[in-house]
């Protein structure tokens, strides 16, 4: 193997994959991540705060959150 290919393959090591994959969380799950009840979560889906362009996600009748997008959301103070 060249060292290139072992250099390349240690980087990769390092970096999360959640950097490069989306990562899908259920309701409870996201309220548990950030400290709120569930019930905030789905008020903010209700009251039209959380929408597609900060994370939410819709599978059918399954509703999921994409963290990364909700996460920035949240940090740039557009859910509060």
């Not at 390349?8 to 259920?26: D, K, L, M, N, Q």
């Amino acid at each position: 193997m060249s060292a290139v290919q072992n250099a390349s393959e240690e980087v990769r090591a390092f970096v999360p994959v959640e950097r490069f994959e989306p990562v899908y969380i259920t309701v409870k799950q996201c309220a548990a991540r950030v400290g709120l009840s569930y019930w905030t979560i789905y008020h903010w889906i209700a009251d039209g705060k959380l929408t597609n362009e900060r994370g939410l996600r819709h599978a059918g009748r399954s509703v999921r959150i994409e963290w990364r997008v909700f996460k920035d959301a949240l940090d740039r103070g557009e859910l509060i």
